[in-house]
C-alpha cells in the first residue's frame, strides 16, 4: 500500500519507515512534488495534524497521513507542547528569569531548542515530561486520529549521538538512557512516534 506522509523531515519518514516495514511504501511531500510550507496555526497537535493532512488531499488529491508532535514538560506548564519544533525560534525571553536570548539562539534549531529547554528547567526540581504524538489519516473521504504517549523526563545535560530533535536530553522512563543513547529499532518500540504509527498500521490492518 502507498502512503504519503505530510513532511519534509527525512528523520521522521526514515523513523516511520522502519516501523511501518516493508508492506507499507511510504512517501514524504518532495516525492509528490509538494514543495510548499504547509501552514501550521491551530493551537493542538490534532488541529496541525489535521491541517496537514488536509491540505495534501485538497491540492494534490492523494490519501495521506500527518503528524504532530510535542514535547510537554510539567514543570513549564506543558511546554513547549504545540510550538515543540520551534520552541527557541519562538520564544523572545525566557520563561523564568526574563533574560532575552541571541537572534541565534532563537533558530528554528535543535540546539537551540535544548539550550532554552534546559536554562529553562535550570531551578527545577521537578523534570518530569512527555512526548506525545498524534497522527491524522485521511483514506476514502474519512478522518482518522491515532495517538502515541512517551513519559519521561528530561536530563540536566545532552547523552548521545543518535536520533534527532530532543532525544539527547529525554529520558523514557524505566530507562536508564535517553533517546539519543538507543537504537532506532529501541526508540521505535517505545516512543510517542512508535505507538502512535502502531495503532495507525493496526487500522490500516483491518482495510
Known amino acids: 500500500m502507498k502512503l504519503v506522509f505530510a513532511t519534509n ?13 516493508e508492506r507499507f511504501d511510504v512517501v514524504g511531500l518532495k516525492d509528490i512534488g509538494c514543495y ?13 495534524a489535521l491541517q496537514k493532512a488536509r491540505y495534501v488531499k485538497e491540492h494534490y488529491g492523494l490519501d495521506c497521513f500527518a503528524d504532530d508532535t510535542g514535547l510537554e514538560v510539567a514543570a513549564l506548564g506543558g511546554a513547549p507542547g504545540v510550538h ?17 536570548f541571541t537572534p541565534s539562539q532563537l533558530s528554528h534549531d535543535s540546539n ?3 539550550a532554552l529547554l534546559l536554562h529553562n528547567l535550570e531551578k527545577k526540581s521537578d523534570r518530569s ?3 506525545r504524538t498524534v497522527i491524522a489519516l485521511i483514506y476514502q473521504g474519512e478522518e482518522h486520529l491515532f495517538e502515541g504517549v512517551c513519559e ?4 540536566c545535560e545532552r547523552h548521545g549521538s543518535e536520533g534527532f530533535g530532543y532525544d539527547p536530553v529525554f ?16 526508540k521505535n518500540a517505545i516512543s510517542h512516534r512508535g505507538r502512535a504509527t502502531q ?8 482495510l
Open 9 to 21: 523531515n527525512v528523520h521522521k519518514l526514515s523513523e516511520v519507515r522502519q516501523i511501518l516495514g
Open 36 to 48: 510548499e510550507d504547509i501552514p501550521e496555526t491551530s493551537d493542538t497537535l490534532e488541529g496541525n
Open 84 to 100: 515543540t519544533a520551534r520552541y527557541a525560534e519562538l520564544a523572545a525571553q525566557s520563561l523564568d528569569s526574563g533574560e532575552r
Open 112 to 114: 537551540a531548542n535544548m
Open 129 to 131: 515530561a512527555r512526548f
Open 152 to 155: 519521561g523526563e528530561i536530563l
Open 171 to 186: 529520558r523514557p522512563t524505566g530507562y536508564d538512557r535517553c533517546f539519543a543513547q538507543m537504537s532506532a529499532a529501541e
Open 199 to 206: 495503532k495507525l498500521v493496526q487500522f490500516l490492518q483491518t
